[in-house]
T-cell receptor, first 113, second 114 residues
Framework: DQQVKQNSPSLSVQEGRISILNCDYTNSMFDYFLWYKKYPAEGPTFLISISSIKDKNEDGRFTVFLNKSAKHLSLHIVPSQPGDSAVYFCAAFGSGGSYIPTFGRGTSLIVHP | DGGITQSPKYLFRKEGQNVTLSCEQNLNHDAMYWYRQDPGQGLRLIYYSQIVNDFQKGDIAEGYSVSREKKESFPLTVTSAQKNPTAFYLC?????????????FGQGTRLTVV
């Protein structure tokens, strides 16, 4: 049973527009959430994180929003650039998972020039 | 430079053979993990270790084995019992904390069974 879900396997966006990637989780003991970006044949690289005591964290073009009551987080990329095209993984840590990072299945983002 | 290193990047194995994937980190992290990535499956946890000489099965441990004799090293053996070993394997490490943390990944090993 998946504890971290990314229900959209792919997303296509025009350059300059906003990309919104969504993630849902079921384990209420997760207290730290991360987004990773992955290019083919490479390891994931850390993008941005958010602690459960916050509802928003911003880093340049990337903003992560957390809605604890809905067990939902989203990653906003504004403006989107072709170099953002990659697979984005949502991950969760927490005492409910023994602090083992649990990943969603990923969303493949394609940004068209 | 601190980091996590996986080798080799590409590996070919004949059916019926065991093969060992290397993972080394110099980040002084207590926890290390092995994930497998298949198309449409995301990252699935194979094994993890939170302390030297101890490791635990993840979600898909069958056909795999690991050891953690040193803090820096967490090799993964793909045995002949693994029915579908062709995949992209990722090693990661992290500190263990109740607060903010982050898992760092290696560059991955693409294993192909021929």
């Amino acid at each position: 049973d998946q504890q971290v879900k990314q229900n959209s396997p792919s997303l296509s966006v025009q350059e300059g527009r906003i990309s919104i990637l969504n993630c849902d989780y079921t384990n209420s003991m997760f207290d730290y959430f991360l987004w990773y970006k992955k290019y083919p044949a490479e390891g994931p690289t850390f993008l941005i994180s958010i602690s459960s005591i916050k509802d928003k964290n911003e880093d340049g073009r990337f903003t992560v929003f957390l809605n604890k009551s809905a067990k939902h987080l989203s990653l906003h990329i504004v403006p989107s650039q072709p170099g953002d095209s990659a697979v984005y993984f949502c991950a969760a840590f927490g005492s409910g998972g023994s602090y083992i990072p649990t990943f969603g299945r990923g969303t493949s983002l394609i940004v068209h020039p | 430079d601190g980091g996590i290193t996986q080798s080799p990047k590409y590996l070919f194995r004949k059916e019926g053979q065991n093969v060992t994937l290397s993972c080394e980190q110099n980040l002084n992290h207590d926890a290390m993990y092995w994930y497998r990535q298949d198309p449409g499956q995301g990252l699935r946890l194979i094994y993890y270790s939170q302390i030297v000489n101890d490791f635990q099965k993840g979600d898909i441990a069958e056909g795999y084995s690991v050891s953690r004799e040193k803090k820096e090293s967490f090799p993964l053996t793909v045995t002949s019992a693994q029915k579908n070993p062709t995949a992209f394997y990722l090693c990661a490490s992290s500190i263990i904390t109740g607060g903010n943390t982050e898992a760092f990944f290696g560059q991955g090993t693409r294993l192909t069974v021929v």
